[in-house]
């Protein structure tokens, strides 16, 4: 059975279960389960490759004790166990200074998850279920992207607003055009399910050459997301990802002051596609300089970005059309970003990259700290031959990205690359939404003949109207 049908099998039986109220709670019951599954499975890992390795986790709590027997517990027996031992032991974990710091992660992970199911018996199905997946086996543990992409629907659907999870062919293209090298600190502040990073460590691993390459990458790695949920689902992808322990905190980057950041808060790479549209409290914006204050998330963490890029710092970050063309403190964060970064990259992408979560015109923007801006260049990436826009059944994939690839390193202009001076942009007060100029404008006709075919259409409809209303009248008349 499929990854996908596995857990599409598992939500099904959730949904018998009375104590579980929409989608949210089912993925949220759904990646405890699954963080110890995998944890126990790295575990075993660990115990093999060294003789002195200690499980964190209390012996009868791994998964492989009491869950991988498919005629283990069930029912009362076992929904006793996880609510009054599993639960209880592991959100209550003591814990020294100098503890594993595996264990600080476990117990971070139980103290924001819950079990929502009511029924032992239907826990016990969903188990056995899960137990179909084997996370030591790599191409399952390949496939867990695919259980990733069935939460992130669900998640969509349970309403994050202003949330648009980032495909993986955009992640992938923003991670090789960065090139992040190893020892180079890699972060994203808003890492929601952790894409960005898993690139990134895919990315560094090709460089590898011996152990202490691989203690680096889990040094490096570092993201930071508010949400409970999605900050479970990149710790687990890291761990996957053979990062032992993952630096993503559960915070919100926005609350930390700008003004206060010491060298060590200082990153080499930004891979982000912050939350559009969100609105912060007020408490945050005092984080920021007057001229940079706003509620609109997106923005704030464009601003976050400049402050905490270290002197040889590059990002690529993913924002909307109304980043470009905006006003207001959208233009004091353009100002600067021109005149302290090189903004040297624009990609306008197409409509749909984001189906299903939002239909919002993106934009991919690469700058580097270290020098002013001279002329941004822009890419304009076309659909494949057919295509309106992308759709969820239709998505943007990989190997597109190649025409940009190839122009990269070689620029000259052409039916979709073009460049801009900065000159130009001031005059426009920092409007960065240019259109392609070497685009064949669709030829509308002949502006009278057009003007006059509105007219006779606008008759036309006006006549019908007054028909109606006559017939109306004589309806009316006869009631």
């Avoid at 939460?151 to 293209?173: C, H, M, W």
Wanted: with cysteine; hydrophobic share 35%.
């Amino acid at each position: 059975m499929s990854v996908n049908n596995v857990v599409k099998s598992v939500q099904d039986i959730m949904r018998q279960d009375a104590g579980v109220d929409g989608d949210a709670q089912r993925i949220s019951q759904l990646v405890w389960m699954i963080f110890l599954k995998v944890f126990d499975a790295k575990e075993q890992e660990w115990e093999l490759d060294g003789d002195d390795y200690t499980s964190v986790v209390p012996e009868k709590l791994r998964w492989s004790e009491w869950a991988e027997d498919d005629e283990g517990m069930t029912g009362d027996e076992l929904l006793d166990f996880i609510n009054n031992e599993l639960f209880k032991e592991l959100k209550e974990m003591e814990l020294e200074v100098d503890s594993d710091p595996k264990s600080f992660l476990v117990k971070a992970v139980f103290e924001d998850s819950y079990n929502y199911m009511k029924s032992g018996a239907l826990i016990r199905q969903v188990i056995n279920k899960l137990n179909e997946i084997d996370f030591t086996a790599s191409e399952d543990r390949h496939l867990f992207n695919d259980i990733y992409e069935n939460i992130l629907k669900d998640l969509q659907s349970a309403g994050n607003s202003g949330e648009f999870y980032t495909p993986r062919p955009v992640t992938q293209f923003i991670i090789e055009m960065l090139n992040p090298q190893l020892g180079d600190k890699v972060a994203d502040f808003a890492c929601g399910t952790g894409g960005f990073l898993t690139c990134s460590i895919e990315h560094l691993k090709k460089q590898e050459k011996n152990v202490e390459d691989i203690k680096t990458l889990g040094e490096t790695i570092i993201g930071v997301e508010k949400k409970p949920l999605p900050h479970l689902l990149a710790t687990t992808n890291l761990i996957l990802h053979d990062i032992d322990v993952p630096k993503i905190k559960h915070d919100n980057s926005l609350m930390k002051n700008v003004r206060d950041l010491n060298p060590s808060d200082l990153v080499d790479i930004i891979a982000m596609n912050p939350p559009f549209g969100g609105i912060e409290e007020d408490a945050v914006l005092t984080n920021f300089p007057k001229q940079f204050q706003t509620k609109e998330t997106a923005d704030l963490f464009m601003t976050l970005m400049m402050y905490r890029l270290s002197e040889k710092g590059k990002a690529g970050v993913v924002l909307p059309d109304g980043f470009l063309f905006g006003e207001g403190v959208k233009t004091k964060i353009k100002e600067k970003l021109l005149e302290e970064f090189n903004l040297h990259t624009i990609v306008r992408m197409p409509n749909g990259v984001f189906a299903p979560y939002t239909g919002i015109n993106t934009n991919l923007l690469f700058f580097e700290k270290g020098k002013s801006t001279e002329e941004v260049w822009f890419f304009e990436h076309p659909l494949p031959e057919g295509y309106k826009n992308y759709t969820k059944t239709k998505p943007i994939r990989i190997e597109e990205f190649e025409l940009e690839k190839e122009w990269w390193n070689n620029r000259v202009e052409s039916e979709y690359a073009w460049k801009v001076s900065t000159e130009e942009i001031k005059k426009r007060n920092y409007n960065l939404d240019f259109k392609n100029p070497n685009k064949e404008v669709e030829d509308l006709g002949d502006p009278k003949a057009l003007l006059e075919k509105y007219q006779k259409a606008t008759e036309a409809v006006n006549k019908l109207q007054d028909s109606l209303i006559e017939e109306l009248k004589k309806i009316l008349e006869v009631k």
